[in-house]
């Protein structure tokens, strides 16, 4: 069986990257200003404790939005649910205090941290962007499904490929198989140490997680010499196959729990 270089992440198309560490810290400020705007919209407490951040939290969410996918290469839904899991964490992290004004001091110190960051990049956006910025970030954090409107069609496209393939074991099974080869060939021909074995080391990782739950395959159907012919002419390129592999071990990476 013929490894898969990889020089095929080069030609596939956007080939995404592990998020970052910048990027990370950024989403989980994305996450403790969208609580506290979450609250303010609600009118609790923290509209008059703490700075009116409903209208800039929902526009700085859109700009890191745009920008961690711009950078990593990764989906929408990927970057959505990566904000989605910074909120779990950031109010798993509150309710893990058993002490009350613990837990408010975090939250206190959470916030002038985080919106300073925001402050910072809200305000080298407006230098850069004099004109509006257009803010897509609202169905971001309310899980809505179109988070921006001009969704270009191949964003679109890697949306419904990614919905797709994160329940369907088949494709998980052949992915974690292709990355699992990758993975062997180039800690092989790089070491264990370089970045693209490090890269695809913790992409196997996530496929290996996702695989334990699977359920037990079945048996393959019988199939007919026509819908042999008709599947493999239907079938994408190397490329299209690793690129789609990519993209889905990037959001089983990001479900997993932390070590």
């Keep these: 069986m013929n490894m898969i270089p990889i020089f095929v992440l080069m030609l596939a198309p956007n080939p995404p990257v592990p998020i970052n560490q910048a990027q990370i810290r950024d ?85 002038t941290e985080c919106k300073s960051l925001m402050d910072s990049q809200l305000a080298a956006a407006d230098a850069s962007t004099p004109a509006a910025v257009v803010d897509n970030s609202a169905s971001m954090l309310a899980d809505e499904p179109d988070w921006q409107t001009d969704e270009p069609d191949k964003i679109a496209l890697y949306r419904t490929q990614l919905g797709e393939d994160l329940g369907n074991p088949h494709r998980i099974r052949y992915c974690k198989t292709l990355v699992d080869i990758s993975y062997k060939e180039i800690s092989g021909r790089e070491g264990a140490d370089s970045r693209d074995t490090r890269a695809f080391g913790r992409l196997a990782q996530a496929f290996a997680f996702k695989a334990k739950g699977l359920p037990v395959p079945e048996k393959p159907k019988p199939i007919s010499a026509e819908e042999l012919q008709a599947e493999l002419e239907s079938e994408p390129s190397k490329e299209e196959k690793m690129a789609r592999c990519l993209r889905l071990g990037e959001s089983l990476a990001l479900a997993m729990p932390p070590e």
């Design 27 to 111: 989403i989980g400020c994305v996450a403790a200003i969208g609580i506290i705007a979450h609250e303010q919209r609600s009118g609790g407490d923290a509209l008059t404790s703490y700075a009116d951040v409903r209208e800039s939290g929902k526009r700085w969410a859109g700009i890191v939005g745009e920008r961690v996918m711009e950078e990593s290469g990764q989906p929408r839904e990927v970057v959505a649910f990566a904000i989605k899991q910074a909120v779990e964490a950031e109010q798993g992290n509150v309710i893990g205090m058993d002490d009350d004004a613990k837990s408010k001091h975090h939250v206190r110190n959470r916030f």
